[in-house]
């Protein structure tokens, strides 16, 4: 069952040098009980796609449509909305630390997102509260609930914020880079306890994160989001041993082999992420792109069907066939790039590197 | 939580003694200056001179003169001991303790409103950013800031007290009126009502800008977005979640306004001819008489003192991470 369903979204924010493009036509579904993990470099949309579905980017103009369990958010009026924040799609975010209130206790603060949703009295409140934070692992929960945020670790922190967004059984909980402000240990036992949290609750997820290895052993499904448009989608098997789109191709270049998801170096995708008020024509990531060909700088590719696997889409002009990250793989697409290069495609900085076959991925 | 208060009171009476020994440096012990002429005022006469050097000791060493004028100021009753004023011969601290309570009275009921009133019109101001509200409020604001005390008094007192009263309406009492609280609450707040709304308008722009800015900062902040995501209500997020965090540059100016106020407020009391210690003061200076003037430059120091150990209180109750620092 389709949980959340979002066709064809597009924010954007009008600023005084233009307006930011931050998402330009995105669809994805999420289906119950699911894990999708949406994967791209910072600036690439990612939480702002996230925090459109609650209505939490105020003075953005959005298009497009978002059905969750039916109903559509995106035309929701702020009360509707604040049903749902929490209650049925709940989030936690990125810095656990800046993300709970300084001056109040954690127990508090839990205690007050039941209490928005619910008409249980303070006390039950808190025992819940205590009952959650013994859920997520904290050790001591009848102590802890008094804590303030600045007197727990960074991982109990976010265990408090996991602990929150689960106080109303959602269906959906959206995790924007919950590990990336935390060391490597801590990042592991998050993430096995956000798995095992979802056995126990049922919900659906949607993992953000700029580190493909973070999700590797998580996520159902994968989005790879470049410059506010889904470049690849696919199983999460399909988007690390066969991807399609060569962005998901670098970013697999750029996980480091220690994680063990792939064997290839630690190659940087060359370049930075374009301006979302000057977004480059046709494919967004030709500048960057190795096996940038001319029509690449013409025409924006649409997301289609890869037919060698189940539900594999990619938004690329390179043919469907070409898929996967080995060497010969890499070789096969610089020689049809090649083929297919004119007098401005080969100028591009991405092109002269293949050309010279650098081993710009390998 | 008590070391940490019980460290900044220590850092207070520290504080206050160094303000007390200069003031001690500056008007007794600075080098080519009579104190005792300086205390006589302008009726001099030798024998005067002769005893208050006697009275004050200025014929000792100076560090026994220092001791002994610490030990004139150390709060027990019998021992505490401000000096006579050379003008009427009333005891410094009988003179201070009839204006402190006008001054407290003062500070009081326009610390209420200009509270109130800033706080408001700051809240309006930063949920609508650009809004009509919002244009509005900056022009409260830069009324308030550039328009002098003297000025809004008197306006007051013209249109409300002179205007009003002339045409048969005498609401607003004539400047010069005070009813001590105890006498009659009722008197009290009447009497004063033009002088508090004279300070606390003044006041008040400083406030709505504070907490304008300070709640626009406050509302980017990922807790605020974490409050909201919880489904929290827009009204709860903002005086719950944000203003309690934006309240900490606001208890930082209300220390210094309400300092302030407490030490004399010179004009309003002047113009709305309120015997208070900034009234006190002014005649003090203009006849020489120093004791009185020495006298109240100490308490306006203890009250500022005092208001900061009472901010940083505040700062504890308010922020737990203030507690342990
Ligand atoms: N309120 C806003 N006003 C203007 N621009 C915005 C606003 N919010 C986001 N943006 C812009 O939208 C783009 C996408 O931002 P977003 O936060 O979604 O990126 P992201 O993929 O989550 O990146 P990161 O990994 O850094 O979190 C960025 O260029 C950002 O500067
Ligand atoms: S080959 Fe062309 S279409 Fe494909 S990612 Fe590179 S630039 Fe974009
Ligand atoms: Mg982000």
Known sequence: MTLLAVDNLTVSFPTADGTVQAVRGLSFSVEAGKTLGVVGESGSGKSVSALTMLGLNPGADITGSAVFNGKELLTMNQQQLRQIRGADIAM?????????????????QIAEAIRAHTSVNKRDAKTQAVELLRLVNIPQPERRVEAYPHEMSGGMRQRVMIAMALALK?????????????????????????VQMQNEVGMAMIIITHDLGVIASVADEVLVMYAGRASERADARTTFFSPHHPYTRGLLGSVPSATGVVGSRLTPIIGSPPSLISVPTGCGFHPRCPFAMEMCIDDQPDLVEIPAGGHHVSACWLPPEMTGVGVAMDTARQRYASAHRGVRSSKLPGVVAAVEGATVYA | MTRFLIRRIILGLVTLWVIITLVFILYYARPGVDPARELAGRAVTPALLANINKAYGFNLPVYVQYWNYLKRLVPIPGQFNLGISNNNHLPVTTIIAQAVPIDISLAVGSAVIWMVLGISVGVLAARRPRSLWDRGATVFVLTGVSMPTFILGLLLLYVLYYLLTIHGIAIFPKPGSYTPITTNP???????????????????????????????EVLGEDYIRTARAKGLSERRVVYRHALRSSLTPIVTQFGIDLATVLGGAIITESIFGLPGLGLAVVQAIEVQNLPVVIGIVLVASFFVVAANIVVDALYAVLDPRVRVS
Do not use: C, N
């Open chain 1, 170 to 194: 959602p269906k959906l909980l959206i995790a924007d880079e919950p590990t990336t402000a935390l060391d490597a240990t801590v990042q592991a036992q998050l993430m096995e306890l956000l």
């Open chain 2, 186 to 216: 009722l008197e009290w707040a009447h009497d004063l009502i033009l002088p508090w709304i004279t300070l606390a308008l003044i006041t008040a722009a400083t406030y709505s800008r504070l907490t304008r800015s300070s709640l626009l």
């Open chain 1, 92 to 108: 936690i975010f990125q810095d656990p630390l800046s993300s709970l209130h300084p001056h109040f206790r954690v127990g508090w």
